[in-house]
């Protein structure tokens, strides 16, 4: 049978695919999404939703917001909490399966075509600029101009483009606790963290409608530790994971100079590395890196695309959405090594509490937060960038679970033994 021939084939049909072939299909575009995954399976992925990722899309997405996000209460070290509040919603929670599905129907409406439950297998890429990509599926071959991917965080795609992969990665686990009597206390109306506990790492709970979704997320070097982390943050809260399923998923992020574009296709999302080092979100991301391939992949197919084809779509992430990342990670690295420091500076300080709302809602960049008065001037915190980078470096190789919070588990068991509980 010949192949299926399309102008643009996007794999993936998550927030980045579906917002790319969205994007496409209203330009007129002759589209196809290859997805493989099962709608109504879960998706290991806290459902926060950043109001600034809320209003990069032209549709409304309130049928799928299970709650509005007005603060956090910060905890470090599993103890020392405070609650911090906005007048305005800095985020949205939502379940991730209704929202990937209202994205993929919009996708669809709007003119894209989808092959569901069909798993990109194999790439075979175009000889020549004027030649189609061939890719093979369980349930047939498909080919395109361009393939765009955003088949998440083990793309294949991502694959045929940079072989060695993305070299940070963060692994993140998520756990969906029934609404019930232990846990009514929790706030339906904040974020709850944990930080400074683990180095490079946080735990979380945010409250839905029917669940609350209990979260953590460490670097690769501490994957050992995520278990635990989640469990004794839990524990600490007078909750408990019973029979409830744990799922984890990576979180990668990608450096400098990481490839992203090639001849023939280009990464967005996840499969891109597009993932905030700090937080571990990944949606705004997703959305914003699919509007941006979406207007490179036009101009290539118009044919009104200069010299750089795709890569102009690399240069333009490196000089924008990337830049955000980096300073995302920079901005680690200086919690890691002064978490006491900075804990306290978002408890004491309305400008950098506000500051920070802002940039939740897409009033102000993340560079932007160094303008903040309480950040040093730059040649300072050049110095502090190299030496917090070294610190945290150092503190992950170091760290060790047993001291950070195997006790929390060994006090609530014992507090529960006392009352019988
Ligand atoms: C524990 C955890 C919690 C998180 N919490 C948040 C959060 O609260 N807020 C936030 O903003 N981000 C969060 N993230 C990150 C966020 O989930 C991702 O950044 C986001 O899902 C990226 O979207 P995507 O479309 O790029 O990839 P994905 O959502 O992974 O979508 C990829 C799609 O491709 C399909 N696919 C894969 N391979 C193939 C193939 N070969 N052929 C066909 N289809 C294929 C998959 O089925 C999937 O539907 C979290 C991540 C983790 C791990």
């Given at each position: 049978?010949?192949?299926?021939?399309?102008?643009?084939?996007?794999?993936?049909?998550?927030?980045?695919?579906?917002?790319v072939a969205y994007t496409l299909a209203g330009l007129g575009v002759?589209?196809?999404?290859?997805?493989?995954?099962?709608?109504?399976?879960?998706?290991?992925?806290?459902?926060?939703?950043?109001?600034?990722?809320?209003?990069?899309?032209?549709?409304?997405?309130?049928?799928?917001?299970?709650?509005?996000?007005?603060?956090?209460?910060?905890?470090?070290?599993?103890?020392?909490?405070?609650?911090?509040?906005?007048?305005?919603?800095?985020?949205?929670?939502?379940?991730?399966?209704?929202?990937?599905?209202?994205?993929?129907?919009?996708?669809?409406?709007?003119?894209?075509?989808?092959?569901?439950?069909?798993?990109?297998?194999?790439?075979?890429?175009?000889?020549?600029?004027?030649?189609?990509?061939?890719?093979?599926?369980?349930?047939?071959?498909?080919?395109?101009?361009?393939?765009?991917?955003?088949?998440?965080?083990?793309?294949?795609?991502?694959?045929?483009?940079?072989?060695?992969?993305?070299?940070?990665?963060?692994?993140?686990?998520?756990?969906?606790?029934?609404?019930?009597?232990?846990?009514?206390?929790?706030?339906?109306?904040?974020?709850?963290?944990?930080?400074?506990?683990?180095?490079?790492?946080?735990?979380?709970?945010?409250?839905?409608?029917?669940?609350?979704?209990?979260?953590?997320?460490?670097?690769?070097?501490?994957?050992?530790?995520?278990?635990?982390?989640?469990?004794?943050?839990?524990?600490?809260?007078?909750?408990?994971?019973?029979?409830?399923?744990?799922?984890?998923?990576?979180?990668?992020?990608?450096?400098?100079?990481?490839?992203?574009?090639?001849?023939?296709?280009?990464?967005?999302?996840?499969?891109?590395?597009?993932?905030?080092?700090?937080?571990?979100?990944?949606?705004?991301?997703?959305?914003?890196?699919?509007?941006?391939?979406?207007?490179?992949?036009?101009?290539?197919?118009?044919?009104?695309?200069?010299?750089?084809?795709?890569?102009?779509?690399e240069a333009e992430k490196d000089s924008g959405l990337m830049q955000?990342?980096?300073?995302?990670?920079?901005?680690?690295?200086?919690?890691?090594?002064?978490?006491?420091?900075?804990?306290?500076?978002?408890?004491?300080?309305?400008?950098?509490?506000?500051?920070?709302?802002?940039?939740?809602?897409?009033?102000?960049?993340?560079?932007?937060?160094?303008?903040?008065?309480?950040?040093?001037?730059?040649?300072?915190?050049?110095?502090?960038?190299?030496?917090?980078?070294?610190?945290?470096?150092?503190?992950i190789s170091r760290f060790d679970e047993s001291k950070a919070f195997?006790?929390?588990?060994?006090?609530?068991?014992?507090?529960?033994?006392?009352?019988?509980?």
């Amino acid at each position: 049978m010949p192949p299926k021939s399309f102008d643009c084939i996007v794999v993936g049909g998550g927030p980045a695919g579906s917002t790319v072939a969205y994007t496409l299909a209203g330009l007129g575009v002759n589209v196809a999404i290859l997805e493989c995954g099962d709608p109504s399976s879960p998706k290991v992925c806290g459902g926060g939703l950043q109001v600034k990722a809320a209003s990069l899309l032209p549709f409304d997405v309130k049928e799928v917001v299970e709650r509005e996000i007005y603060g956090m209460v910060f905890q470090r070290g599993l103890t020392d909490r405070f609650t911090r509040r906005s007048k305005a919603p800095i985020s949205y929670m939502l379940n991730r399966a209704r929202f990937d599905n209202l994205l993929l129907g919009h996708a669809v409406e709007s003119g894209a075509t989808l092959f569901a439950g069909e798993r990109a297998l194999s790439i075979e890429p175009a000889a020549g600029r004027t030649q189609k990509t061939r890719i093979s599926t369980g349930g047939g071959d498909f080919e395109a101009r361009v393939i765009v991917g955003a088949d998440g965080a083990n793309s294949l795609v991502g694959r045929s483009i940079h072989p060695d992969g993305i070299a940070q990665v963060q692994l993140g686990i998520i756990c969906e606790l029934k609404k019930r009597g232990d846990n009514a206390h929790i706030p339906e109306d904040l974020f709850m963290v944990d930080w400074g506990t683990v180095p490079g790492g946080y735990a979380w709970m945010f409250p839905k409608e029917k669940t609350l979704t209990v979260g953590a997320m460490v670097p690769r070097e501490l994957t050992r530790t995520l278990n635990a982390y989640l469990k004794a943050y839990v524990e600490r809260e007078g909750l408990s994971i019973t029979d409830e399923r744990l799922l984890v998923h990576p979180i990668p992020t990608r450096g400098e100079g990481e490839a992203i574009a090639s001849a023939w296709g280009l990464l967005v999302g996840d499969a891109a590395g597009l993932t905030d080092p700090f937080t571990g979100e990944g949606l705004y991301y997703a959305i914003k890196s699919g509007q941006i391939a979406a207007a490179h992949v036009e101009r290539l197919l118009a044919g009104s695309h200069n010299d750089g084809g795709l890569f102009d779509y690399e240069a333009e992430k490196d000089s924008g959405l990337m830049q955000e990342i980096i300073v995302a990670g920079k901005m680690r690295s200086f919690f890691n090594t002064f978490s006491r420091y900075i804990h306290n500076l978002y408890r004491r300080n309305d400008r950098l509490w506000y500051a920070f709302c802002e940039v939740l809602r897409g009033d102000r960049t993340l560079e932007g937060l160094r303008r903040v008065r309480t950040i040093p001037p730059k040649p300072i915190l050049r110095y502090l960038e190299r030496f917090t980078s070294w610190y945290e470096a150092r503190e992950i190789s170091r760290f060790d679970e047993s001291k950070a919070f195997a006790h929390v588990v060994t006090e609530v068991y014992a507090a529960r033994a006392g009352t019988g509980a």
